[in-house]
């Protein structure tokens, strides 16, 4: 069994643990204990400390008995009782009879003797009525009393605030609500936004104001302020199950504002707190809230969706309708009228307040009308002046040919001329030979997924060039037809490989045997190579470009481009990178000359990603931005901006990027690549938090990570990129614990004994922020399992850093026997270390003297406070830390004079005063010190002029 101080020492950690499950199972340990004690002064405590638990946490009906032990107990007898037991009495009324309004099994008479009670103990204490009439009002407003409602509204407003009134955050929330439900909308954002800008302290603010607004502001058309108190107060609920009703306000925001997917991001993360809601009323909104939202989506033709509970949308709306209705007549049975039923009707079948509320930078772009394109740079039209019309068909024909081989922005023009005039020609006015280039010159001009029209001109091709006797044209067209074949439907191989690669390396031969025009032979050699390539036989499609590329006689530039690329495209592929790199880079090379063009735009993306992957980021930095600036069609413009901007998130040129990555999001979402676009929010929120636009990088960071969370085990690394922003940003916005729910959720996927010195950097975090928000014994504890994790991972400075800022957090969270602790096991691992070699170490081991010393002299242990004090001076000068040594010579000092030798102080502080210079800060502390070292040595005059000299005050 317990001791008695463990007991205690239970009872005060529960009141500094956070709320919820854990809170809940400390308090209930420590009722257990101090019940088999047998101490009734313990039992009371921990009573009274499982009443706050229990309502903070989620569990508000086990508070129900605590509170009336405690109670029953203070009545007996009261003058056991301090003053902190009775104020605590008197607060956890209003959590009593609140929760006793949540829960329709409780009569309805019975918590108005419960308030009865409440108001005789006020008026009986001298105390204002203030909180009273609120919480008359709460129940008054459940039962849907307006009148009442009204009544006691004005009251509480009337009434003067005291200690047991609500929060100057909560108080106006609760006000917001009154007015938000009679419809003064104005008047609710009046009186509640100006707590806003006071300093809020308590746990359930700012979020809770700001939910209380959402609806007003929806109302009043202030919609950016909606949007921002959405996304802010949502992350403050969102992994707190005892906040299912605020929850539930902010599902009701998404169907309100047309962001029913939005709202079903949330059902689905939510939905398993309704296993085990904090109340009925809390099941009931949340039920409700979602139902709405899934009926919406069910009417958008959303209904056959699955959720990932099992339901479909049309499934789980009916469910969950059905759910909220069967409480609301429980309610209403105890209550005596059909209110609850009535507004549950109401907000299953509400209308959106506005039709489309953005929520988020890429989906305020994505509900523009029109996107906003850049300018188009304007391309010349080209010079067919060297192929007059008066040309014939034949010279036509051959200056197109001529000029598409080279890559030549006049052959595009010309063929489209040529095709145009002949169109309407008729085809016995024309030679066989020239209707198979027209057909063939029509196949060039289809797009290549047409492949049924590219096989129907490849056929009239052939059927012209046999007719014509042009046995090398027709073989060439039969080639290109078995490619389209294979690309339609590849056949069952037959002797190892697909029919349709027969039959090209067979017209192959035929063409090579047919003719000596080396331009033909060649590119008949490439569209073998690629078929080769695409069947998966990969020596073969090599050989085949050795042999394209050893014809003699002039190359095209379209055929040297597809003979670069293509080996390129099989050398990567046996992870031959460098010459892969080297072969896309001549591809560039030879591109370059024609200027403007998407065949240069695509070599440039594909060079600019094989460098970027070979380390070298300012070349594909470079090789993007000019993809980007010769690319002429808009898609691969963008695409190449977009990737630009990936590599540039981290950088001061950030924010010349941000747009093009928020196109790139909304053009990857309407494509439905959900999985491109979510990469693509991860990169557009590093680049808005590099530019301190924090909101906003929150916001897209929860976006993308909604969609990696879901594909946990495939996208692990990318998640947990996401949390490890998020913790940042909200650290950032002044959101700790939202931060801290990050951190929390990265350290529970790092388990593994190579993620000790990572995990170890998490928790580490954890305890910063946890330091910072006053939890300091929690702190303590996570820098004991960072240090420990440093240890394991052999990082021996980050242990030692771990370690000493144990110390203070221990000493701040009121554990002065483990602070003292910490301060032995801090030293004894810091103590040795080289000052050449481990500089670091010594550091952390002078400020752990530092910062001991001062614990020790807190407690008033100074002769073990003067032993490490002493040491922290030297530790500094070992390592060139002069100006730190200088401040702990200043502790030492300090200490010595408290410790009541004045004399050995004196010393101290005046080799300290005489090493600082004149400005240096430190010098009217230590001149302060000093002054009181003379004062008890008798030496008063001294100290005064002393205090004269640096401007401090006489002591009292």
């Known amino acids: 069994m317990a001791s008695e101080d463990e007991i205690r020492g239970m009872i005060a950690a529960a009141w500094d643990a956070p709320e919820g499950a854990g809170q809940i199972a400390l308090v209930e340990e420590a009722m ?21 638990a229990f309502h903070r946490g989620g569990e508000p009906a086990k508070a129900f008995v605590t ?28 959590y009593i009879v609140s929760s006793m309004a949540k829960f329709p099994e409780v009569p309805l008479e019975r918590t108005h003797a419960v308030l009865d009670d409440m108001e005789r103990r006020y008026r009986s204490g001298g105390h204002s009525l203030h909180a009273v009439y609120a919480y008359r009002y709460v129940v008054a407003s459940h039962v849907g009393d ?91 609920f969102q992994t707190k199950p005892a906040d299912l009703g605020s929850v539930a306000d902010h599902v009701e925001f998404c169907g309100l504002t047309g962001n029913e997917m939005r709202g079903l991001e949330l059902i689905e993360r939510h939905l398993t707190w309704l296993e085990k809601p904090p109340t009925p009323k809390a099941e009931m909104e949340f039920a409700s809230a ?88 304007a391309i010349a039209e080209p010079d067919l002046s060297s192929a007059p019309t008066t040309l014939s068909l034949d010279e036509q024909l ?59 001109g490849l056929m009239q091709a052939a059927s012209g060039f046999a007719e014509a006797g042009d046995l090398a044209r027709e073989a060439a067209c039969r080639v290109q037809l078995a490619i389209a074949q294979f ?134 930095l470079a090789a993007f931005e000019e993809a980007a600036a010769v690319a002429i069609d808009p898609e691969l413009r963008r695409s190449a901006r977009a990737n630009a901007g990936f590599m540039l998130v981290n950088t001061d040129r950030a924010d010349e990027v941000i747009d093009d990555i928020v196109e790139h999001v909304c053009l990857m979402a309407a494509e439905g690549e959900d999985r491109a676009a979510a990469y693509s929010r991860h990169r557009l929120a590093v680049a808005l938090a590099t530019t301190r636009r924090f909101r906003e990088a929150a916001e897209v960071a929860e976006e993308a990570l909604a969609y990696f969370a879901d594909e946990a085990e495939e996208e692990q690394v990318i998640a947990d990129e996401c949390r490890d922003l998020l913790a940042r940003v909200y650290d950032e916005m002044g959101e700790p614990l939202a931060a801290l729910a990050q951190l929390e959720a990265l350290a529970a ?36 399992e960072a240090a420990a994790g440093y240890q394991a991972a052999g990082e021996r400075p980050a242990a030692a850093r771990a370690l000493r800022r144990r110390i203070l957090a221990l000493h701040y969270g009121r554990d002065p026997e483990s602070a003292i602790e910490a301060i032995d096991q801090a030293t004894a691992y810091a103590a040795g270390a ?43 000068r070992s390592i060139e830390a002069f100006e730190e040594a200088a401040f702990a010579e200043l502790r030492h000092g300090e200490i010595l004079v408290a410790a009541g030798d004045p004399r050995s102080g004196e010393r101290v502080l005046r080799r300290v005063i005489e090493g600082l210079p004149r400005d240096h800060q430190a010098r009217a502390e230590a001149a302060w010190w000093l002054a009181r070292a003379l004062e008890e040595q008798g030496e008063a005059e001294k100290a005064r002029e002393l205090r004269k000299a640096y401007d401090l005050p006489e002591r009292d």
């Open 67 to 94: 509170f009336a032990r405690c109670l029953k107990e203070y009545d007996e007898n009261p003058d056991r009782r301090n003053g902190q037991d009775e104020h605590l009495l008197l607060w956890f009324f209003k």
């Open 487 to 620: 690309q339609t439907q590849p056949s069952e191989p037959a002797l190892g490989e697909p029919v349709e690669l027969t039959m090209a390396r067979q017209a192959a031969e035929e063409v090579l045997s047919a003719t000596t025009d080396s331009v033909l032979r060649r590119v008949t050699l490439l569209r073998v190579a690629y078929l080769e390539t695409i069947a998966g036989q990969t020596d073969a499609a090599l050989a085949s470009i050795d042999a394209a590329d050893a014809e003699p006689g002039h190359v095209p530039l379209r055929h040297r481009v597809q003979s670069l690329m293509m080996r390129a495209g099989l050398v990567h592929a046996l992870d031959r990178i460098d010459q892969t790199r080297d072969l896309v880079g001549a591809a560039v090379e030879a591109l370059r000359p024609l200027g403007r063009s998407n065949e240069l735009a695509s070599a440039l993306f594909t060079y600019a990603n094989l460098v970027g992957g070979l380390g070298d980021h300012s070349g594909a």
């Open 834 to 876: 080289d000052p050449e070699q481990e500089p670091g170490i010594v550091w952390e081991h002078a400020m752990a003297c530092y910062d001991g010393a001062f614990v020790l002299a807190d407690h008033r242990s100074y002769a073990d406070a003067l032993a490490i004090a002493e040491k922290a001076p030297e530790l500094f």
């Open 398 to 456: 051959d200056l197109a040919e001529n000029w598409l081989r080279e890559q030549d922005p006049r052959g595009d023009a010309l063929a489209d001329r040529v095709l145009g005039s002949w169109r309407s020609t008729v085809s016995g006015t024309l030679t066989a030979e020239q209707q198979g280039r027209i057909a063939m010159l029509q196949v060039s001009r289809l797009p290549d997924d047409d492949l049924v029209g590219i096989q129907a």
């Open 290 to 377: 979602a139902a709405h939202v899934l009926r919406r989506l069910t009417a958008q033709g959303k209904g056959d969706l699955p959720i990932r509970s099992g339901w479909t949308v049309a499934e789980l709306a009916g469910n969950l309708a059905d759910r909220a209705a069967a409480l609301a007549i429980r309610f209403d049975e105890r209550n005596g009228n059909a209110y609850q039923s009535e507004r549950i009707a109401r907000r299953l079948d509400a209308e959106p307040i506005v039709d489309y509320l953005p929520l988020s930078i890429t989906a305020a772009h994505r509900s523009q009308v029109a996107p906003v394109e850049p300018d188009e740079p």
């Open 749 to 784: 996927g790092r388990g593994g004994f190579d993620d000790a010195g990572y995990r170890a950097h998490l928790l580490e975090r954890m305890a910063e922020v946890l330091y910072r928000v006053d939890r300091d014994r929690e702190a303590g504890l996570r820098y004991g």
């Open 146 to 236: 307006a009148e009442q409602a009204d009544h006691f509204y004005g009251l509480w407003d009337a009434a003067p605030r005291d200690e047991n009134s609500d929060c100057a955050g909560c108080d106006p929330t609760s006000k917001a609500y009154h007015l938000v439900w009679r419809e003064r909308y104005a008047e609710a954002i009046a009186l509640a936004e100006p707590a806003l800008q006071g300093r809020l302290t308590c746990s359930e603010q700012p979020q809770s104001i700001l939910t209380a607004l959402m609806i007003p502001y929806l109302r009043t058309g202030r919609l950016e302020q909606a949007r921002d108190a959405h996304r802010r107060a949502y992350r403050a």
């Open 32 to 52: 257990l204990h101090a019940e088999a004690s047998g101490n009734a002064e313990l039992a009371f405590d921990a009573r009274m400390v499982a009443t706050n």
